[in-house]
């Protein structure tokens, strides 16, 4: 189930929020009574909720915001089962003074603030000892592998159970909880709102991650990378995965570290498939035990899909990607690459995969970089040529790529490349997608040359992904309209 928390200062506000969840994909509305000003008025909210209810009235022990005593505190909660409330949530030091009902469900609750105490299983054995139809717990997440343990205590569990990692490394818990047994996952009614560290919104749970028809079958992918919040790769992936009916789910891991993520989370869960993003495209050549030759002469990998019999397959989509979108446009315009001067600014990773890509198509490739040694050195160990980032303007190029991040968002006012050196007849590619008309690309058109933006490149490279993973054809429209581009 997917439940809404509210937390009202008034029985007005009460009123107010109770009817905005109830047109939100939730199945069960959460009242933090902890949160009122007032006494909250119960029987009004019991007859306007349109949905199940929860009654919570938290401690200031376990988080929560209640200023009355014990016995308030147990009063206001004895008042929910005694109305029927189908859900009642309390902690260890009022569920003793509780008078249960079969009317209502009552639910021991936990929680740790700080980390995933060592003693877990104790603690979880403890709470179902505690009378109580089900146990909720809540712990705080300070790596990804403790949603692991979160999905290892609710199967130890004697009773029913409900188990959160919380905070930002505790999201996979929320995804996948309910497929690991957890009753109930809980999700916010707007960004902004939630009641608790990490929490997603109710929608993003039901509609992007489909929570409620994940199973433990279904195959687990995602994003990893520091950072990883500006990616639209959950969105799109997901969206591809829903449209394609494949029983799979794509979540987003900023992990620090590549290897401790490996070994400690996505091995042990059983992740099939992996995009990887700044700075761990290296180290995840280095993890794959199968590399394609691309990947390999790239020295770099971007998609990780799981083998068989254990072990990673290595693959580089962000090159193909962008070859595909350059041959197209060329193609369609009647230019043919092979055998001219192509300048590649930048002397990153993806310089040096366009690079290597053009290479292939037989181009001439010249790189020119603000930091001009580091051009050179590409350059030598690849056999291409340099230019000085003063000069580019002063040579025929058909082709110039913007392999930097100058004229991505918030900088959009600069351009690699000078609006005097376009000519009529050359091609102009961006490697940035955001925004999509970059000075870069605007220039090159007022010019006449033919520029091609970086969302053909990003969306090819998801698609590529896609396809790798599951064999199918990507629904490439679907992942288009997803990513929000027109
Ligand atoms: P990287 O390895 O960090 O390299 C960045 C390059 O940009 C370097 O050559 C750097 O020059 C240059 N640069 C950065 N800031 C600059 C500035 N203010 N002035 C001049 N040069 C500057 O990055 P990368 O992974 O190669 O990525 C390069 C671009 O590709 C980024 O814009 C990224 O968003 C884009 N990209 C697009 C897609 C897609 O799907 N469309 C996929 C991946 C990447 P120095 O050597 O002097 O530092």
């Given at each position: 189930?997917?439940?809404?928390?509210?937390?009202?200062?008034?029985?007005?506000?009460?009123?107010?929020?109770?009817a905005?969840?109830?047109?939100?994909?939730?199945?069960l509305?959460?009242?933090r009574?902890?949160?009122?000003?007032?006494?909250?008025?119960?029987?009004?909210?019991?007859?306007?909720?349109?949905?199940?209810?929860?009654?919570?009235?938290?401690?200031k022990?376990?988080?929560g915001?209640?200023?009355?005593?014990?016995?308030?505190?147990?009063?206001?909660?004895?008042?929910?089962?005694?109305?029927?409330?189908?859900?009642?949530?309390?902690e260890?030091?009022?569920?003793?003074?509780?008078?249960?009902s079969s009317?209502?469900?009552?639910?021991?609750?936990?929680?740790?603030?700080?980390?995933?105490?060592?003693?877990l299983?104790?603690?979880?054995?403890?709470?179902?000892?505690?009378p109580?139809?089900?146990?909720?717990?809540?712990?705080?997440?300070?790596?990804?592998?403790d949603?692991?343990?979160?999905?290892?205590?609710?199967?130890?569990?004697?009773?029913?159970?409900?188990?959160?990692?919380?905070?930002?490394?505790?999201?996979?818990?929320?995804?996948?909880?309910?497929?690991?047994?957890?009753?109930?996952?809980?999700?916010?009614?707007?960004?902004?709102?939630?009641?608790?560290?990490?929490?997603?919104?109710?929608?993003e749970?039901?509609?992007?991650?489909?929570?409620?028809?994940?199973?433990?079958?279904?195959?687990?992918?995602?994003?990893?990378?520091?950072?990883?919040?500006?990616?639209?790769?959950?969105?799109?992936h997901?969206?591809a995965?829903a449209?394609?009916?494949?029983?799979?789910v794509?979540?987003?891991?900023?992990?620090?570290n590549?290897?401790?993520?490996?070994?400690?989370?996505?091995v042990?869960?059983?992740?099939?498939?992996?995009?990887?993003?700044?700075?761990?495209?290296?180290?995840?050549?280095?993890?794959?035990?199968?590399?394609?030759?691309?990947?390999?002469?790239?020295?770099?990998?971007?998609?990780?899909?799981?083998?068989?019999?254990?072990?990673?397959?290595?693959?580089?989509?962000?090159?193909?990607?962008a070859?595909?979108?350059?041959?197209?446009?060329?193609?369609?315009?009647?230019?043919?690459?092979?055998?001219?001067?192509?300048?590649?600014?930048?002397?990153?990773?993806?310089?040096?995969?366009?690079?290597?890509?053009?290479?292939?198509?037989?181009?001439?490739?010249?790189?020119?970089n603000?930091?001009?040694?580091?051009?050179?050195?590409?350059?030598l160990?690849?056999?291409?040529?340099?230019v000085?980032?003063?000069?580019v303007?002063?040579?025929?190029?058909?082709?110039?790529?913007?392999a930097?991040?100058?004229?991505?968002?918030?900088?959009?006012?600069?351009?690699?490349?000078?609006?005097?050196?376009w000519?009529?007849?050359?091609?102009?590619?961006?490697?940035?997608?955001c925004?999509?008309?970059?000075?870069?690309?605007?220039?090159a058109?007022?010019?006449?040359v033919?520029?091609?933006?970086?969302?053909?490149?990003?969306?090819?490279?998801?698609?590529?992904?896609?396809?790798?993973?599951?064999?199918?054809?990507?629904p490439?429209e679907?992942?288009?309209?997803?990513?929000?581009?027109?």
């Open positions: 189930m997917i439940c809404i928390p509210i937390s009202p200062a008034s029985n007005d506000q009460a009123a107010e929020l109770l905005l969840a109830a047109t939100e994909p939730a199945d509305i959460e009242i009574m902890d949160c009122f000003d007032e006494r909250p008025d119960l029987p009004r909210l019991l007859a306007l909720a349109q949905k199940p209810l929860l009654a919570t009235c938290r401690s022990a376990e988080g915001k209640f200023n009355g005593d014990i016995q308030d505190r147990t009063s206001l909660l004895q008042e929910a089962i005694d109305l029927g409330f189908p859900y009642v949530d309390a260890a030091d009022c569920l003793p003074g509780l008078r249960r009317e209502s469900v009552t639910i021991a609750s936990w929680h740790d603030f700080t980390s995933v105490p060592a003693d299983d104790e603690k979880i054995k403890n709470l179902c000892d505690l109580g139809d089900w146990v909720k717990f809540a712990v705080m997440a300070t790596s990804h592998a949603n692991l343990r979160v999905f290892d205590a609710i199967g130890k569990a004697s009773k029913p159970a409900i188990g959160i990692a919380m905070g930002e490394f505790g999201e996979t818990s929320r995804i996948l909880g309910p497929s690991r047994g957890s009753r109930i996952t809980f999700g916010s009614l707007r960004q902004g709102e939630e009641s608790a560290p990490g929490q997603l919104t109710a929608r749970l039901a509609d992007l991650y489909r929570v409620k028809s994940l199973t433990r079958d279904t195959a687990v992918y995602g994003l990893v990378g520091d950072p990883v919040g500006h990616s639209m790769g959950h969105r799109i997901n969206a995965f449209a394609a009916g494949v029983d799979a794509y979540i987003r891991w900023r992990a620090p590549f290897v401790d993520f490996m070994e400690r989370f996505a042990p869960l059983g992740v099939a498939g992996l995009s990887v993003t700044i700075p761990h495209k290296e180290a995840a050549l280095r993890t794959a035990g199968m590399t394609s030759p691309l990947a390999r002469d790239i020295g770099a990998a971007n998609t990780l899909t799981s083998l068989p019999h254990g072990g990673w397959r290595g693959d580089n989509t962000d090159a193909a990607a070859i595909d979108s350059i041959s197209a446009a060329a193609r369609g315009s009647g230019i043919v690459l092979t055998g001219k001067d192509v300048l590649v600014i930048g002397a990153g990773g993806v310089a040096r995969a366009l690079g290597l890509g053009l290479d292939r198509l037989g181009c001439r490739v010249t790189l020119a603000r930091t001009p040694e580091r051009a050179r050195s590409l350059a160990e690849m056999g291409w040529r340099t000085e980032m003063a000069d303007a002063n040579h025929e190029w058909m082709l110039v790529v913007n930097t991040s100058v004229g991505m968002h918030p900088n959009i006012s600069a351009s690699p490349f000078p609006a005097d050196g000519r009529a007849g050359m091609m102009a590619f961006d490697t940035i997608y925004p999509r008309r970059t000075r870069f690309v605007r220039e058109e007022a010019s006449g033919i520029a091609i933006d970086g969302t053909g490149m990003f969306l090819g490279q998801a698609a590529r992904q896609f396809e790798l993973w599951t064999g199918r054809t990507a490439r679907t992942m288009r309209l997803a990513a929000g581009l027109e």
